[in-house]
């Protein structure tokens, strides 16, 4: 595989699959870059180091490849490049995976949080594109949430702002994986919306419950609107602590037609008080956002911007 010039690879690794993408290291960062190569392979998991350095070559062929920036999905500490825990890909908990990648490859690779990877993305070259202040929400399983300010995710004092899936919503509701009771998780997760459908007689899952509702079923309607609702209640409370300019929500619950975000919105509007409420819109980049962060790191990162 040749390239002409140096370049950059970004590595979106989840719990199946590895999404890359291969860019030209002097690309402009004002959107997203022409792949040079774009796909995905299986997650090594029995080995990963080896199997990621196996991607990477397969990947760089004869190309000048100056950095590499992988996504991981779980607690990653960025600046030594470190996964703490990630419970999708446990053999990586506790390694140094940036620098044995880097020992093992001859570039440098940084390591960072999937979720920052793809607010990053989607706050700079998605629907929160343009705006200084964007908050990108995602909704899938897990309710994962982080805060982008002029371009940067807020990571926090510890690296775990952003968690908006476990605001507390019904205080004596079902027990969330965090331990504690009614998060916004157990109410709008992927899991939560399934066991209700299926409490209410529904088969399958979340994607079943939604057509359900489009097509008018009651049931699945009531299900909807309270998990629209209990979304509605999160964002109100982010509006009162963090005032962003635009809220982008995405994942696998946000797709089109947008019913659990238009609904949401609906009721932000119509309950907020005191609350500047700033545009609340789906996210665009879909489920490449992430590995377009990883090359948007990778290319400021190349340029010394962070």
């Known amino acids: 595989m040749r390239h002409a010039g140096p370049v950059v690879l970004g590595l979106d690794v989840g719990g199946s699959s590895v999404k890359h993408l291969l860019a030209p290291a002097l690309a402009s960062?004002?959107?997203?870059?022409?792949?040079?190569?774009?796909?995905?392979?299986?997650?090594?998991?029995?080995?990963?180091?080896?199997?990621?350095?196996?991607?990477?070559?397969?990947?760089?062929?004869?190309?000048?490849l100056e950095r590499v920036v992988l996504s991981i999905p779980g607690l990653v500490d960025e600046a030594e490049g470190v996964v703490v825990r990630s419970t999708n890909i446990p053999s990586l908990d506790g390694r140094p995976l940036g620098a044995q990648l880097s020992a093992a490859l001859g570039v440098p690779v940084d390591v960072i949080n999937d979720g920052h990877a793809a607010a990053v993305a989607e706050a700079s070259w998605g629907a929160g594109a343009g705006i200084?202040?964007?908050?990108?929400?995602?909704?899938?399983?897990?309710?994962?949430?982080?805060?982008?300010?002029?371009?940067?995710?807020?990571?926090g004092a510890?690296?775990?702002?952003?968690?908006l899936g476990h605001i507390t919503i019904e205080p004596d509701g079902h027990v969330c994986s965090c331990g504690r009771r009614g998060c916004l998780e157990t109410i709008i997760g992927a899991p939560a919306l399934r066991r209700a459908w299926a409490e209410a007689g529904g088969a399958g899952g979340p994607e079943k419950l939604?057509?359900?509702?489009?097509?008018?079923?009651?049931?699945?309607?009531?299900?909807?609107?309270?998990?629209?609702?209990?979304?509605?209640?999160?964002?109100?409370?982010?509006?009162?602590?963090?005032?962003?300019?635009?809220?982008?929500?995405?994942?696998?619950?946000?797709?089109?037609?947008?019913?659990?975000?238009?609904l949401a919105a609906r009721y932000v509007g119509a309950r907020a008080s005191f609350h500047r409420v700033p545009p609340i819109?789906?996210?665009?980049?879909?489920?490449?956002?992430?590995?377009?962060?990883?090359?948007?790191?990778?290319?400021?990162?190349?340029?010394?911007?962070?």
């Open 281 to 306: 819109v789906p996210a665009t980049l879909g489920e490449w956002a992430g590995v377009n962060g990883t090359v948007l790191t990778a290319l400021r990162r190349q340029h010394a911007l962070v």
């Open 29 to 64: 960062m004002d959107a997203p870059p022409t792949p040079l190569a774009r796909g995905r392979h299986s997650t090594p998991k029995a080995a990963p180091v080896e199997g990621l350095s196996a991607i990477v070559d397969s990947l760089r062929g004869d190309a000048d």
């Open 158 to 163: 510890h690296g775990s702002a952003g968690e």
């Open 132 to 155: 200084d202040d964007v908050f990108v929400l995602a909704l899938g399983t897990g309710i994962a949430g982080a805060h982008v300010a002029h371009g940067r995710v807020v990571p």
């Open 210 to 262: 939604l057509a359900a509702s489009s097509a008018g079923d009651a049931a699945a309607k009531a299900i909807v609107e309270r998990a629209s609702s209990a979304l509605a209640e999160a964002i109100l409370t982010l509006c009162a602590l963090v005032d962003p300019g635009c809220i982008v929500i995405g994942g696998g619950l946000a797709q089109a037609p947008h019913e659990l975000v238009t």
